[in-house]
């Protein structure tokens, strides 16, 4: 559309006229729709669309209006028109059927469900046509979110792999987690290491030194993870910010990371698991 002013102007036109034929009403909607999204005018487009469905609650128009809402972006466009697009999956046509979970996934990963978009997008793939632009997309979307999940896990597996390996028999008191194996370093002066030159201290150090090492290497490796992980998602970052804080003996910062996102994401069951756990 070259000028896509006086087309809105049209289709807002026909959709008030064409009410009696349901057909021709659904296209005119549709298309009045995307013009005004074409031209930015959300709030106008989200009125229409509230209008038009009161009058008929169409599967057509609120298809366009999930569409459109991963092009807004706006976290209370997506969640008023996510549920939509679920609850019409079990109902609409095979054919019709993948089209409606790309946009389902796309909308999940915009809202920050990065591993539920995932797996939806990965069921909505093998039936996309190959040459549509909807595939390349999607494909781009999977491998990075599998790159995050992988990561994730990662984290996961550091965490396991040095609670596993500090135990009481090691380092005296278990409370303290992998903070009480760094306590004997101080810092390197003229190319030596010092201590506190505790005999008791030294001989804990030899013992385990080699155990130690690899859990200082793990620990560092799972922060710098999770941090990269936060940026992607913020949810998944935090998460994990609670399992390695709870990994250096600080309790009361993992309950208050879990809390906090418990609190911010009240639907989802993860922090409440983590939580009690503790």
Not at 199 to 206: A, H, N, R, V
Request: net charge positive; aromatic share 8%; charged share 20%.
């Amino acid at each position: 559309v070259k000028d896509p002013a006086p087309a809105a102007d049209l289709a807002l036109l026909a959709a008030a006229a064409l009410r009696p034929c349901p057909a021709a009403w659904q296209r005119a909607v549709c298309l009045a729709l995307k013009t005004l999204a074409l031209l930015g005018r959300w709030s106008e487009c989200w009125q229409l669309a509230a209008v038009e469905l009161s009058f008929c609650l169409s599967r057509e128009v609120l298809y366009q209006c999930g569409r459109l809402t991963y092009f807004d972006g706006r976290r209370e466009a997506i969640d008023a028109y996510l549920p939509h697009l679920l609850a019409m999956l079990p109902s609409v046509p095979d054919s019709v059927r993948p089209n409606v979970q790309f946009w389902v996934g796309m909308l999940q990963y915009k809202r920050g469900h990065s591993l539920l978009a995932m797996r939806t997008l990965e069921a909505a793939t093998p039936c996309l046509h190959p040459q549509h632009a909807k595939l390349a997309r999607a494909d781009t979307v999977v491998k990075a979110l599998r790159k995050l999940e992988a990561a994730v896990q990662q984290v996961y597996d550091y965490c396991k792999t040095v609670s596993a390996s500090t135990t009481p028999q090691e380092f005296g008191d278990q409370s303290g987690g992998v903070c009480h194996a760094v306590q004997p370093f101080l810092t390197m002066r003229e190319g030596k290491l010092y201590t506190d030159q505790q005999p008791s201290k030294l001989k804990e150090l030899t013992n385990s030194v080699c155990v130690s090492s690899w859990n200082m290497y793990s620990v560092w490796r799972g922060s710098h993870m999770a941090s990269a992980i936060e940026v992607e998602d913020s949810y998944l970052g935090r998460l994990c910010r609670g399992r390695l804080a709870l990994l250096w003996g600080n309790t009361s910062e993992a309950e208050k990371i879990w809390q906090s996102l418990a609190m911010d994401f009240a639907l989802r069951v993860e922090p409440h698991v983590e939580l009690w756990r503790l």
